[in-house]
């Protein structure tokens, strides 16, 4: 069939950094009317011969962001693909980039395209500065980690709880270490102090942010859950209307465990941890220090007790989550407390 085409139309690209492979199908029999290679400058041109409001599906790789505006801009109707889910391609005797172009655009043809969310540009803005600062904390951390480092390699314990506290700082300045102990110490100590500015910019930028958000305000009444965690729940999860129940929700966050199942026989394994994994940690660090004097510390008592510490944390992080969706949803609480 030649590539002049009139109907509708049904698009897979395969996105790369610099260049991009297109699969064009009829979305009347499903047939392949064009498979294009091109450079990523001229996907708004390549488009253009789909016609009309066409069916467009990008996996959800690197950098889809930029991709997915200027389809939408153009008048197309975008799919966002599961990266999990289209794994099942991965065991062709035949993987390259016309296949996995054709194979997105057939798979939305068939309808069994496993779909992931598009989030609007505000939420993307607020998911950028919290991996961002997320990443920073991680970076500040490898540091802290080589000062502990030189002190193990001396020998010497500083008798402080936090020797990043005041306290401890004072200890680490009357330090006399050789070379090359010494020079890494002052290195390291260096970049913690840069990284504790960076941290704290982006605390202010994230706050700002999301300070008009009820739902984020709400939220930081569950225990543990600060403004720091709040603005983690708050720009990961998005619109969480697009989840009907707290359950969908903690399935999302990999807190569920797998279920394989089979006749008679089910069996029930550990947590999925498949999704988001900032919403995942940001749960799992939200109940370390809840107490047991509320509805999420009991319930991690309880199933501790019963089935072990971890299990129990996992529990009360799912309670928490389910938490986290009314709070979200509703922009108060009612399993809490009232505050003043």
Known sequence: MSAVYDGPQVVGLDLHRRRTVMARLAASTGELLEMARFSNDQLGEQIAKAGHNPQVVLEATYGWYWAADLLTEAGAEVHLAHPLAMKRFENRRVKNDEFDAYDLADTLWMGRLPEA??????????????????????????????VHAVLAHRGISIPASDIFGAGGLELLDQLTLPEPFAVKMASARRMIDELNGEVDRFDKLIRAACAADPGYRAIQQIPGVGPVLGAVFVAEIGDVQRFPDPHKLCCWAGLTPRLRASDTKVHRGKISKQGSRLVRWAAV??????????????????????RGRNLGKVAAARKL???????????????????R
């Open 117 to 146: 969310w598009i989030a609007p540009p505000e939420v993307r803005a607020r998911r950028e500065l919290v991996r961002y600062r997320h990443k920073l904390v991680q970076v500040r951390t490898s540091f802290k980690d080589q």
């Open 321 to 339: 989550l389910t938490c986290v969706y009314y709070g979200l949803r509703d922009g108060h609480i009612r399993c809490l407390p009232a505050t």
């Open 285 to 306: 660090e939200a109940i370390q220090r809840v107490r047991g004097d509320n509805l999420i510390g009991r319930t991690k008592s309880r199933v501790a007790a019963n």
